[in-house]
């Protein structure tokens, strides 16, 4: 089964909960990021926990061991399930992520190729390949990849194996769903949801894609 996971990138609380418990029957996760917790406070991570389903926290922490392993520990004591990092500030980085997620019965995915248009500048020419290898090395959970380039996720479906592949990009930013959901494990949907007029529609719509891996 592929998981449809809702990037929840609103601004304000009483909406995301609002949207969050309206699309939750069609979802199987939902990630939250800077623009909602800086907007609304990690304190959200209660409010939405109670809709009984994982929250994932992108912050793409990239920092040293210590400020790495801080932050997870805030994320996983406010009710996280998972966490999101940046592989490229080395081995023992994205160790002190994995490890704290280890502690507190969590996931930690680590951000192989982003979905942008401008996140094939940098991390092409192996370089994915290189993080997707070192987040397996380090027992992560699963990579993030980019559903705006199925290509280069099948190339570094070949790096992680079983592991989880969750891919951002669907939708808004041009990645297809059907295209995509059979490589993967999740898909990660923002605005083609949020912003849609009637989005618990557009979640069931998105729905369709849980039946498309097994």
Wanted: net charge positive.
């Amino acid at each position: 089964m592929t998981d449809l996971i809702l990037a929840l990138d609103v601004m304000e609380k009483r909406k995301a909960i609002t949207l969050a418990k309206a699309c939750a029957p069609h979802l199987d996760a939902i990630k939250l990021g800077y623009p909602l917790i800086l907007s609304a406070g990690l304190s959200i991570a209660r409010d939405l926990r109670a809709i009984g389903l994982p929250l994932i926290a992108d912050f793409k922490v990239a920092d040293i061991p210590n400020t790495n392993r801080l932050i997870a520990e805030q994320v996983f004591a406010a009710g996280f399930s998972g966490i999101i990092c940046h592989g490229f500030p080395g081995k023992d980085s994205v160790q002190a992520c994995v490890d704290s997620a280890l502690r507190y019965g969590g996931e930690c995915y680590v951000v192989a190729e982003m979905s942008h248009p401008g996140g094939a500048v940098f991390f092409h020419g192996c370089v994915g390949e290189r993080i997707a290898r070192l987040a397996i090395e380090c027992g992560a959970d699963g990579i993030i990849a980019p559903a705006t380039r199925p290509v280069r996720v099948k190339l570094l479906r070949s790096f992680v194996g079983n592991k989880k592949i969750l891919s951002p990009g669907v939708g808004t930013q041009g990645g297809d769903a059907d295209s995509i959901a059979g490589l993967v494990d999740g898909i990660i949907v923002g605005r083609s949801i949020y912003d849609a007029q009637d989005p618990k529609a557009a979640a069931e719509q998105f729905a369709r894609i849980r039946r498309a891996r097994s």
